[in-house]
């Protein structure tokens, strides 16, 4: 899922707290995170807006229930194509039968015990009870049989209710049959058929669900998931042509479960049936089965139904057993009116004409695959449609007005389907293949199989009104969901654990991918900033491995962040720079081939990797590749490669290494230590690294490896170097130190001759000066004087690298009233890009980076007021104020533009009114960032409001604007106390764990740098309790903001004397 790339949260810490145009504030996804948060340029400098043990059930005692004698342990043979998990959970035992049967042998249904939560609202004033009377036939053996079992099952219960007093309770009171999150292992499903009909008036839906399932041991009681939805009726059937035999029904909401109690025991190996009729609200947020709509052009308000069930929401829509490795194939109808069209994972088979005028689509039967890949879209949606070279059709569905913005993405994803087919040599499975862009979408895009989603602006493209960024994140997003449909899909994570497997991959194969069908993007310069990104959050305390433990539902979302996809990238890079880009492929390939429609852990990952050695190897051994000829360039190959024993030192621990290199003679020393903010003192954790280094010296520009696996070690050069660079290109995911006269050497490098070096070793620099002035291995003043030298850069990463490191310095002080030294911060980084942003053409011409930086520069130039910038947007702005919007403005100056306008009454209330007419999602995006920018609180307060209420902005929007609101000097303190007044409904909107909600806690407080607001903002998050305190955003929060005071009080003083320095003249 693409989570928000196009809207990360610029403040994930003080290097990412930059104020201008952040990428868009969509949360990573729950998928793509493409680009910056799936933003719609690359995070760049102005301003990037960021983000128990298994069977340990927080808050619920854990009940331990002794196995039947001579049950199995575990669910016993797998199906073909299931992975068996392990057996972790003590089983279920068959003697408690806590199934209570219908008074005598007739059909009859479910009887629903208590009935769980209503949903609220229009719902539950419509719908019968669903408590059912249950016939009293004639007395008879099969009664007392029923009777005598009944008693039995009575009999147990007062017996599991005695022996354990806080065991779970049902919603009506009695004992809940299973007391974990995660489900038992012996019920597995193998078929679904659902048949769903969603009311857009009444805004409800019905549903039948018919599971198909096997019992690997005998047991009375099925467990599965299911939340929000009233269940009317559920039965069992042991095979086609057999009388359907009652369920009981009970409802335990805690652990979002329902267990279905059998009038007797199911037996090993055999098929059964489960029918559920049930009913519910559509959702009224972005998660479940939920509403969305959209105007026309005509004013007319229109609703559509569409489905996001990444990580565990299918449960909202149908009854069903809602977790990654119980994966199963579903048949799929939907009801609908004749005006609507459906769309879902496989293609329409028949459509059938009900009775009551009703349509029924029948779609084909899918492969097997988990259910947050289920997905299902009402609407009156229109389409376009190509086929690949191997026969795939290939569609792109929007709303009907945006029709014409559809080509690019068609295009687009026709080629990138095409490439992952060739690439991977497995052919994509479907028939056909949608995108479908859905007018309320929380994340930037979701991978459902055969049926991908996206926010408007992650998928449609404006030929005329649309930015090069946004051209690069549609690619790139598209790229994203379309390599999910190997690594996700076809070869699925066995748990939200390893998110990573599904996530780091699919970033990392948008650089892949995009690099070779899209060469005119260059992606490839824009890699490293996704690892800038990931380390900014993974040098915190709060980070966590790549692969963590997580349970519930808030845990799992909290995985939809920068460590899975950002880092998860990263050292996929690292790991294919080390053994070769042949070498990995050829890996990955195997890991695919033989997983597919199975689920995974890490090591099955290594493990496929594990008889592959890097080009030039001619010997595996154990899992371990040796070179028949030692390489003094390659160290790693003279020991052996164990590629597991490597890469779980990147996968198991969190943060990254620091490698401290000193120089002596021809002998360099290495050291590595865990990289972490904090004090400077603070104590090491003992972590340890497999690093694989790579350098290049004044002496050689080809590149240089060792493999660095202990704490320490030397290398010898052949001869005495002016400078060395390690960690060429940024392909590593760790920062270097040089000491003694190592970054004295390396800032004369830049000043002398800074094309020496390539532009992504430039902006590592950058980078790695200013994190090691974090944890005071390098002074605030050298890492500025490396700085000066960007007075002749011009390539994007290291101008935008060094707006991300410099821009944070004075939003810190705009929030402590430190206004002179702040003023003179400003001008002096106005002189330091003044050249550059005087070469700036206000026009569309040049690559993509070229447009880029553009429209980044100039936005930075007019928002601090260089008044040749200023006067040129407000000729601008005035002459299409004149023309009443219908002049076509540059694209990458429009932005700045519109900042400038906006700063008064009129020209803000213009372009609110051009906002709401305009059908382009960039130049919505290009008002929305200038109404925020604007000096009247009155008006910030406004947009808090109407974007928070849904009904003149759209909700999905409020994120965004509440960051951009809280990066503005005057608006800060109103975005705090929105986010305070408003967290009970913030979290019904977002949910707890959300990348959504995550963002907008850091965009709101993460800048902030004095004592008082630090206690402000523990005293509140801690008063929440369980309802967002122990959240990893807020502990990364106030690690940050005590990391900003700890900061400024070291180097306020610093940078005030520096300010003063003669070299400054020189500018």
């Avoid at 007739?106 to 208590?114: C, D, H, L, N, Y």
């Avoid at 087919?421 to 479907?430: C, K, S, T, V």
């Amino acid at each position: 899922m693409a989570t928000g790339e196009a809207s990360k949260d610029p403040c994930r810490g003080r290097a990412r707290a930059a104020e201008l145009l952040p990428p868009r504030c969509i949360p990573p996804s729950a998928d793509s995170q493409v680009l910056g948060a799936h933003g719609t340029y690359p995070r760049s400098a102005l301003g990037t807006v960021p983000s128990s043990p298994r069977d340990a059930t927080p808050g619920v005692p854990t009940l331990q229930l002794p196995p039947r004698p001579g049950a199995p342990s575990a669910r016993g043979p797998a199906p073909a194509g299931a992975s068996p998990r392990p057996p972790a959970r003590p089983p279920l035992p068959a003697p408690l039968s806590l199934s209570v049967p219908g008074r005598g042998g007739g059909g009859g249904g479910a009887q629903v015990t208590g009935g769980g939560p209503r949903p609220p609202g229009r719902f539950s004033k419509m719908m019968m009870s669903p408590s059912f009377k249950w016939p009293r036939p004639s007395m008879s053996l099969s009664f007392l049989l029923s009777l005598r079992l009944t008693l039995l099952a009575v009999s147990a219960l007062a017996q599991y209710q005695h022996s354990d007093p806080t065991s779970p309770k049902a919603s009506d009171g009695t004992p809940f049959p299973w007391n974990k999150i995660r489900l038992p292992e012996h019920v597995l499903p193998i078929h679904y058929n659902l048949t769903i009909h969603a009311n857009l008036s009444t805004l409800t839906f019905w549903g039948t669900t018919e599971v198909e399932i096997t019992a690997s041991q005998s047991t009375s009681t099925i467990i599965l998931h299911s939340y929000l939805l009233q269940i009317s009726r559920a039965t069992l059937r042991k095979q086609a042509g057999t009388p359907e035999q009652p369920l009981r029904v009970l409802e335990y909401p805690p652990h979002e479960q329902i267990a279905l109690l059998a009038p007797e025991p199911l037996l090993t190996g055999h098929r059964y049936t489960v029918i559920i009729n049930y009913a519910g609200n559509l959702s009224e947020h972005f998660h479940g089965f939920y509403k969305s709509t959209y105007r026309t052009k005509d004013g007319e308000m229109r609703v559509l139904a569409s489905t996001q069930f990444e990580p565990t929401a299918a449960r909202r829509a149908f009854p069903c057993f809602d977790e990654p490795a119980l994966k199963a194939k579903f048949s799929i109808q939907i009801r609908r009116e004749p005006k609507h069209l459906a769309i879902s994972n496989m293609p329409l088979v028949k459509s059938v004409t009900l009775a009551e005028g009703l349509i029924e689509d029948h779609f084909d039967v899918t492969v097997k695959m988990s259910t947050y890949l289920v997905a299902f879209i009402i609407s009156d949606f229109k389409s376009v449609s190509k086929m690949t070279k191997n026969g795939v059709k290939v569609s792109v569905y929007t709303v009907p007005d945006k029709i014409n913005q559809a080509d690019y993405a068609l295009d687009t994803a026709v080629t990138l389907l095409e490439f992952y087919e060739d690439y991977f040599n497995i052919p994509y499975p479907l028939p056909k293949q949608d995108l479908a862009a859905i007018p309320d979408f929380a994340s930037g895009a979701m991978e459902n199989w055969g049926l991908t989603t996206y926010r408007e602006s992650s998928l449609l493209f404006d030929a005329e009104k649309s930015s090069a960024s946004s051209k690069l994140a549609i690619t790139m997003i598209v790229s994203h969901e379309l390599a999910h449909q190997w690594f996700g899909n076809l070869v699925t994570m066995e748990w939200w654990n390893d998110l990573w497997l599904n996530e780091g991959f699919a970033k990392f194969m948008e650089f892949v991918s995009v690099s070779v069908t899209h060469p005119e993007l260059k992606v490839e310069d824009y890699f490293l900033g996704k690892c800038f990104d990931a380390m900014a959050v993974d040098a915190l305390n709060s980070s966590h491995p790549v692969s963590t433990p997580v349970e519930n539902p808030a845990q799992i979302r909290e995985m939809f962040d920068d460590v899975s996809y950002e880092k998860g990238a990263c050292i996929l890079n690292m790991l294919r720079d080390f053994l070769g880009a042949d070498v990995f492929k050829s890996g990955i390939v195997q890991y695919l081939l033989k997983y597919s429609y199975k689920n995974t852990k890490n090591d099955d990952l290594w493990d496929s990797m594990a008889n592959i050695c890097p080009t030039g190897d001619t010997q595996t051994t154990g899992g371990f590749c040796f070179r028949s000829q030692h390489s003094s360039s390659s160290h790693w190959h003279q020991e052996g490669t164990d590629v597991k024993t490597m890469m779980n030192t990147w996968t198991r621990q969190k943060g990254f290494p620091l490698i401290t290199i000193t120089v002596r003679g021809r002998n360099v020393h290495m050291k590595q230590e865990h990289y972490i903010k904090g004090s400077d003192s603070t104590p090491g954790t003992g972590y340890l690294w497999h690093v694989p280094l790579t350098f290049i010296t004044s002496k050689s520009h080809s590149v240089q490896r060792f493999l660095l696996k202990t704490k320490t070690d030397v290398l010898i050069l052949p001869e005495a170097v002016e400078w060395i660079k390690f960690n060429v290109g940024m392909n590593g995911y760790y920062i270097v130190h040089y000491e003694d006269n190592g970054w004295d050497s390396l800032t004369g490098l830049l000043k002398g001759t800074h094309t020496a070096i390539s532009s992504n070793d430039r902006a590592s620099l950058i980078n790695n000066a200013f994190q090691l002035v974090s944890i005071g291995k390098l002074s605030i003043e050298k890492a500025l004087d490396l700085t000066l030298y960007l007075k002749h850069e011009t390539e994007i990463m290291p101008v935008f690298q060094g707006l991300n490191e410099l821009i944070p310095m004075y939003k810190l002080m705009e929030k402590r009233d430190m206004n002179e030294v702040e003023m003179q911060f400003k001008a002096f980084l106005l002189r330091l890009l003044k050249n550059l942003i005087d070469k700036q053409i206000w026009a569309d011409e040049g690559s993509v980076s070229e447009r880029m930086l553009r429209s980044q520069l100039l936005l930075l130039a007019c928002v601090r007021k260089y008044q040749p910038c200023v006067q040129r947007a407000e000729g601008y702005f005035k002459k299409w104020k004149e023309s009443n919007g219908t002049m076509s403005l540059p694209v990458d100056v429009t932005t700045a533009v519109f900042a400038v306008g906006a700063q008064n009454t009129d020209g803000w209330d213009f372009l609110y009114n051009e906002y709401q007419s305009s059908l382009s999602s960039t130049e919505k995006s290009q008002i929305e960032f200038a109404l925020c920018m604007s000096q009247a609180k009155e008006k910030l307060q406004w947009l808090l409001d109407e974007s928070f209420m849904g009904d003149r902005i759209k909700t999905q929007e409020f994120p965004h604007i509440l960051i951009l609101i809280g990066r503005n000097s005057v608006g800060y303190q109103l975005a705090w106390q929105f986010l305070r007044e408003n967290w009970n409904k913030l979290v019904q909107k977002f949910e707890l764990g959300s990348s959504s909600l995550a963002h907008m806690v850091l965009g709101t407080t993460n800048q902030f740098s004095t004592r008082t607001r630090l206690e402000e903002v523990k005293g509140f998050f801690s008063s929440l309790k369980e309802n967002g305190s122990q959240l990893r955003c807020v502990q990364q929060t106030v690690e940050t903001i005590e990391e900003n005071i700890r900061w400024m009080d070291k180097n306020f003083d610093k940078i005030r004397v520096w300010l003063q320095s003669e070299k400054l003249e020189l500018l």
